[in-house]
């Protein structure tokens, strides 16, 4: 029995041909190159919106009064009363504030505006198609779905980066220009750091806020919906935490040792369930070097203890259960938020 090796090699290269280009046209509607089309539409419309300029532009001023008010703290010799010298002097920067001007820190003005940013860029995304008529006439090409919705959220992520580390990159230069000297690379990469974990936080309130588009039809809803939210965790949540930490206080007559350390990490979880408080704990530790801890330490885990600052590697460990809960609380809002767009029923309007 002889083979045919030439008709062999033939099926092959035939079957090789189908499987290969099968796919491809099968895909071919969606394709990647239609999918990057609709992200940079996205970014232009939102780069040419008033909405971003105007908030691009008050959170420009905050970036330079922060550097202003660390500047007069170190001009003041509040860096000097701390204990901490001139060590990490390029960190404290993006932390420190002067006591005499109602300025707060770099970090601080972007725990409170990035939410905004990511609200204003998410909580019309899809509605606003909808309402405008463009959402059934969009889709009714040969588009898949799911690119529509990725196509939202990668074009306002990658929107919120270029902000983030531009900004990040501006007080860097400031500093530089202030102080006389560079960072050294550990400063370097934990401001990087603080960078990232801030865009992961931002992302956290985009993809809310983008749930809250394709849940409701109004685009005011959404917005009020999210800034509610957002309003909820930095202001109300730590109320509800300290009145139910005055209910669950240990009596001070008779003080269980036991009782209390039950009762702070109680109160340190429930506080840990807001992002808010994750974002600012992550945060404290990358630009603190000093921070050794986030919980509540007993006698016996102090004695021994070595008061220096930990190397970056640490400091990643320590937050690392806190920045994992960013991001599943930024992957969990997106995969409801991709389940309940696949399955709405959308019409074109006539």
């Known amino acids: ?22 796919p491809a046209q099968a895909r071919e509607p969606g394709s990647s190159s239609s999918f990057w089309v609709m992200v940079k539409k996205e970014i232009g419309d939102h780069i040419r919106s008033w909405r971003f300029g105007i908030l691009i532009g008050i959170i420009i001023l905050a970036c330079v009064g922060s550097i202003y008010s660390a500047v007069t703290a170190i001009r003041d010799g509040t860096l000097d009363k701390t204990g901490n010298g001139e060590s990490f002097l390029f960190l404290r920067m993006f932390t420190l504030t002067s006591s005499s001007l109602a300025v707060p820190s770099f970090a601080t003005f972007l725990s409170w505006l990035g939410p905004l940013l990511g609200i204003a860029l998410g909580f019309d995304a899809v509605n606003s198609e909808r309402n405008k008529g463009t959402l059934g006439r969009l889709l009714s090409q040969p588009i898949y779905r799911d690119d529509f919705i990725i196509a939202k959220f990668i074009s306002s992520l990658f929107l919120i980066f270029i902000v983030v580390f531009s900004l990040g990159f501006l007080v860097m230069g400031l500093s530089l ?17 603080f960078l990232v974990i801030a865009v992961i936080y931002i992302g956290f309130w985009l993809n809310l806020s983008i749930l809250f588009s394709i849940r409701f039809r109004q685009a005011a809803t959404s917005a009020l919906s999210s800034i509610a939210v957002w309003l ?30 039950r009762q702070m990490n109680l109160i340190l979880t429930l506080n840990r369930l807001s992002p808010t408080e994750l974002f600012s704990e992550t945060i404290t530790t990358m630009l603190s070097p000093g921070i050794r801890t986030l919980g509540p330490l007993t006698m016996d885990q102090l004695v021994g203890a070595i008061a220096s600052p930990l190397p970056l590697g640490q400091s990643v460990i320590l937050v690392w259960p806190q920045l994992t809960g960013l991001i599943a609380a930024t992957i969990i809002c997106f995969g409801i938020s991709y389940a309940l767009f696949m399955r709405q029923e959308i019409r074109a309007r006539a």
Do not use: H
């Open 1 to 22: 029995m002889t083979i045919n090796w030439l008709q062999i090699k033939q099926k092959i290269e035939v079957l090789f041909n189908n499987v290969s280009t099968g």
């Open 177 to 193: 220009l202030t102080i006389g000297y560079p960072p050294s690379p550990e400063e370097f990469c934990r401001i990087v750091l």
């Open 232 to 261: 909820f965790f930095t202001i109300f949540y730590g109320m509800i935490i300290g009145m139910i930490n005055s209910a669950t206080a240990v009596s001070s007559t008779q003080p269980d040792p036991a009782a209390q350390l």
